[in-house]
């Protein structure tokens, strides 16, 4: 199974344009499951749905929660569901097999105050604080990825319109307005590293923000730079990347934005992706009832 395996995970990168970080996750999902076919001498002939079964509950056992069941069986499916289409196999042994997840857990976000905060705490005298400025505003503005943050190209900005072009998941491209605050941070930053690279005498990059060392920033240097940048504001809870994700699109519904606007800046490809937003936003309003209504 390990060569159809192999094949699969080209499948999803070549043809369904899908992410390395993608194909990465697919491939640990998969390589759980290929050990304990190896383990049972399981090919894809004698494989059958009680094999599956056995595996999920070994995992469960293993404290693995529902949600991780439920992404490791979701990788098994189209799996075999690539193997079906090549006709390497004639059913989908994983086809009937559902995990149960009982309860959604809503995205944690900041409040805009927090983000308020972590946009002021970037603001500096320095050159690097300008573009520290500069990534925070774009950021909180458009509600990117991290990856699509890192990615963002100088000719990706359209500085008359005011739009910059995101390059999302499958390298789908969705053009998102700036609002004048990130603009103006990204221009004061565009003339900072137009004298960086001309102190430095080396040909330019394609690349928007750089790091000090003038190369493109890396996911994990985001995380941590995100990290330190928290700390400063004196946010003592955890805050990771996709928080201002969460926070831009919580904000964005709050302000009163429409849900399909909302779809299109964030470039889900699914409406019900962006719908877990109006639950959180259901709760922000039944924890004000409680607060504020006179029976409470």
């Not at 699969?8 to 304990?36: C, H, M, P």
């Amino acid at each position: 199974m390990q060569s159809e395996a192999s094949e699969f995970l080209e499948y999803i990168v070549v043809e369904r344009g899908l992410s390395q970080n993608t194909r990465s996750a697919y491939e640990s999902d998969l390589s759980k499951f290929l050990e304990f076919a190896k383990l049972k001498r399981l090919t894809l002939q004698n494989l059958t749905m009680a094999h599956l079964r056995e595996y999920l509950g070994k995992l469960k056992s293993d404290d693995l929660g529902p949600r991780s069941l439920s992404r490791k069986l979701s990788a098994l499916k189209q799996f075999f569901q690539f193997c079906l289409r090549e006709g390497k196999i004639k059913s989908n042994p994983a086809e009937l097999l559902t995990v149960l997840v009982k309860t959604k857990r809503l995205p944690k976000h900041l409040s805009v105050d927090e983000s308020f905060k972590l946009i002021e705490v970037s603001k500096g005298a320095s050159e690097s604080s300008v573009r520290d400025q500069a990534m925070m505003e774009l950021w909180y503005a458009t509600g990117c990825r991290v990856s699509e943050l890192a990615r963002i190209a100088c000719e990706d900005l359209d500085w008359k319109s005011g739009l910059v072009c995101l390059k999302g998941k499958g390298n789908r491209q969705r053009w998102v307005p700036l609002n004048s605050d990130a603009l103006e941070a990204a221009r004061a930053y565009q003339k900072v590293r137009h004298e960086w690279v001309r102190r430095a005498g080396l040909p330019d990059l394609s690349v928007f923000f750089l790091t000090s060392r003038f190369r493109p920033f890396t996911r994990q240097a985001l995380w941590k730079w995100l990290a330190e940048l928290a700390k400063k504001a004196g946010i003592r809870r955890k805050v990771w990347p996709h928080m201002i994700r969460h926070s831009f699109a919580t904000h964005v519904l709050q302000g009163g934005a429409d849900l399909r606007t909302v779809q299109e800046l964030l470039g889900h490809q699914s409406i019900a992706t962006t719908q877990v937003y109006t639950h959180l936003d259901i709760e922000n309003l039944k924890t004000m009832q409680r607060k504020f209504h006179p029976r409470d």
